[in-house]
């Protein structure tokens, strides 16, 4: 990567909001870049959850809002039953188009938008899930010249998501849960 | 030459698609230049590889001399996706908070923008007709794109979707039985004529397109999501001018008039449901 990052996509299936609780609430106050994530939901409940994590965080945690600007030290989780993306001017959208991989929000769609806005300045992270969402959004950010972390299927509560990812692209981070809050304050601080 | 103003910043893929896009609308009138770029980026692009043109210039040439490739396109780069009683709380509020204020006009004109198939036009008339509502009042439904119009009009919907839209019916405050509304045929449900009867569906371009009546309620439901600020700007102000003083406008549930330039014109009456109500000035 040959450039400070721009932005953090992270995406997360089963298992992601025990991996969303280890990781964010270690981020620090000051974190200089936003992050965008997709975790697949059942529904619209959720709305709690993202409290419960912002109360537990030194970031803003919030649901992503439609033509939202990006800020740094935001956490921006995609609602569900929309597909969020990310537009070159810094602003989400969002779409009530067909699932993607039979999930809506899907992490292919942001990813793949994200690697097109921001190209090289990107870090995208894919953890736990039970799913093969995420892969081809992986690729695309790799291509582009973005910066990938995956989640050691190892530690994964669910392997197939990392793996997948795993198995289609070399990864430049293959990391546990633990390091993962660490890793991304030395990319990006 | 000026060379301060060129496309430097756009990648090459960016421009063909603003010159896609320029072409759709000069050649047919569509104007898809002010939605939301990443998503019709992903729409044009996803096309191109399914419809196996190597370049996005190879597919600008093809629809600009075939109409059918220029449909087929069309048809890939709308979101019609929609259900019935989508946001049962929504309907549940329309019910609780528009239809009261409605009773008390002698006639009443319902504009329903971006209908796409119509499932959300048969709620709305479902609502109106258990509120006694029926005989007083005209359902504008429009949408740009004809060929959702036409399917609209029939008033058939998949039965696999049945059991879905009974529990998104109850949970929006229903309480006769769905099954009234409907005649089951293999797997079709068919909405019974009654409810067709004051609904005229016609095309509209949100884009393009003026104010053609006076409107007691409009409702625009996840259309502007796929607009950029400025095609927003167009649509709100279109609204705020069809809607008569004190008129209900009903956004879909991510939407929000905040930052949008009639913000000030519009009271939120349920800041969940995203329903506002124009102020008399
Ligand atoms: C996702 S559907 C929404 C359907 C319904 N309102 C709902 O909430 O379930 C979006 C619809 O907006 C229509 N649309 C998009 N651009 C439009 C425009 N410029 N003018 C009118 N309709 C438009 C599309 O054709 C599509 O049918």
């Known amino acids: 990567m040959n450039r400070q990052p ?8 089963t298992g992601g909001w025990q991996a969303l609780n280890r990781t964010i609430p270690e981020l620090p106050e000051h974190f200089p870049v936003p992050l ?9 409940s959720d709305n709690i959850l993202v409290k419960t994590l912002d109360q537990a965080s030194h970031l803003t945690v919030k649901e992503a809002d439609e033509k939202e600007t990006l800020n740094k030290g935001t956490v921006y989780i995609a609602p569900a039953n929309y597909h969020l993306m990310v537009e070159k001017n810094m602003t989400l959208s969002l779409s009530t188009g067909q699932p993607v991989n039979f999930s809506r929000p899907s992490i292919d769609v942001l990813f793949e938008t994200a690697a097109d806005a921001f190209g090289a300045s990107l870090i995208g992270v894919l953890l736990t899930g039970a799913s093969k969402d995420g892969s081809l959004g992986m690729l695309r950010i790799k291509n582009r010249g973005g910066l990938t972390i995956v989640q050691d299927p190892k530690t994964a509560a669910a392997p197939l998501m990392p793996q997948s990812a795993i198995d289609l692209i ?4 293959v990391t546990g849960l633990d390091e993962l809050a660490n890793l991304l304050v030395e990319l990006t601080c | 030459m000026n060379k301060v103003e060129n496309g430097n910043h756009l990648t090459v893929d960016e421009i063909e698609i603003k010159l896609l896009l320029d072409a759709i609308f000069l050649k047919y009138g569509y104007d898809f230049r002010n939605y ?17 043109y190597q370049k996005l210039s190879d597919l600008q040439h093809q629809i600009l001399v075939e109409e059918p490739a220029f449909r087929k396109l069309l048809h890939d780069l709308s979101v019609n996706v929609t259900e019935m009683f989508r946001d049962p709380l929504f ?4 019910r609780t908070d528009i239809v009261p204020i409605l009773q008390t006009y002698p006639f009443v004109r319902l504009w329903v923008a971006g209908c796409s198939t119509g499932e959300e036009v048969y709620s709305l008339a479902i609502i109106l007709y258990e509120e006694g509502l029926r005989e007083r009042c005209q359902i504008y439904a429009t949408d740009l794109n004809e060929s959702v119009l036409k399917r609209a009009k029939t008033g058939i919907f998949p039965i696999s979707k049945i059991k879905e839209y009974t529990t998104n019916y109850i949970q929006a405050g229903g309480s006769e039985q769905f099954s009234d509304y409907y005649t089951a045929r293999y797997d079709s449900a068919i909405m ?19 104010v053609f009546n006076e409107m007691q309620v409009v409702t ?28 209900f406008l009903c956004l879909g549930k991510k939407e929000t008039m905040k930052f949008l330039s009639c913000e000030k014109d519009f009271i939120e009456i349920a800041d969940q449901e995203r329903i506002y109500r124009k102020h008399k000035s």
């Open chain 1, 6 to 13: 721009k932005a953090i996509v992270l995406g997360v299936s």
């Open chain 2, 192 to 210: 019974k004529k009654f409810l067709k009867d004051k609904i005229v569906f016609s095309s509209h371009n949100l884009a393009i397109d003026g």
């Open chain 1, 170 to 173: 070399e990864a430049d981070y």
């Open chain 1, 36 to 44: 965008i994530t997709v975790q697949h939901m059942a529904s619209s």
């Open chain 2, 91 to 94: 309907y549940k509020k329309f």
């Open chain 2, 220 to 247: 625009c439901r996840n259309v502007m999501i796929y607009f950029n600020r400025k095609l927003q700007n167009r649509v709100v102000t279109l609204f705020r001018d069809s809607l008569c003083t004190g008129g």
């Open chain 2, 36 to 52: 939301s770029r990443a998503s019709i980026k992903r729409r044009i692009t996803q096309h191109k590889t399914i419809a196996g």
